[in-house]
């Protein structure tokens, strides 16, 4: 890679890392629209883990919920090699219209994960994607299968429900996330 290049991969992370920041995390003052745009910057610099505009569109946070937007940065990710990218779009799929097709997107991302040797997936990763992925088989009253690629990450799984249980809203969420973390005991870790 050419020193140019290097030095235009430290900008696309440190512009990554601040909108990262810009969530309201270590002490930075929350901006949705700030970190928006940041994420865009590193996209274009071609920072891989810029999915998080994809996020963004989803979820409506600096800018209006559009599920189609969102579908196409994950697809662009995914194709940039970002498996997390995957994750996102079997999520997003299970929140569609189309969510039978999500089973077979979570068994490909699981696949993936399995033979994957890059472990910096980001912040929290691939703990989150699994726990996304066991939290709403459970909400729905569906058994979660067990893959192969979710056996490596069992403690880290749990360790993300136990953060993820501070900022429980009410009771329902509260016992699907318990159940998630008699599920991962029971099935992701040694006895």
Known sequence: MSEGGETGSALAEGLFWYAEKLHGYEGVEKSFEDALGLYRQAAELGY???????????????????????????????????????????????????REKSEDLWAKFFSVLQNYSDHDLGMDEPAGSIHTYLFWKIARGEEPRVYDGMKAHGHDVIGYGQRYMEHADDETQLDILVNVQRWVLANLTSH
Do not use: N, W
């Open 48 to 98: 891989p883990r810029a999915f998080r505009i994809g996020e963004m569109h989803e979820r409506g946070l600096g800018t209006p919920v559009d599920p189609s937007q969102a579908l196409a940065c994950y697809v662009k990710a995914r194709e940039g090699g970002d498996i997390i990218g995957l994750a996102a779009i079997a999520r997003l799929v299970g929140r569609s219209q189309h």
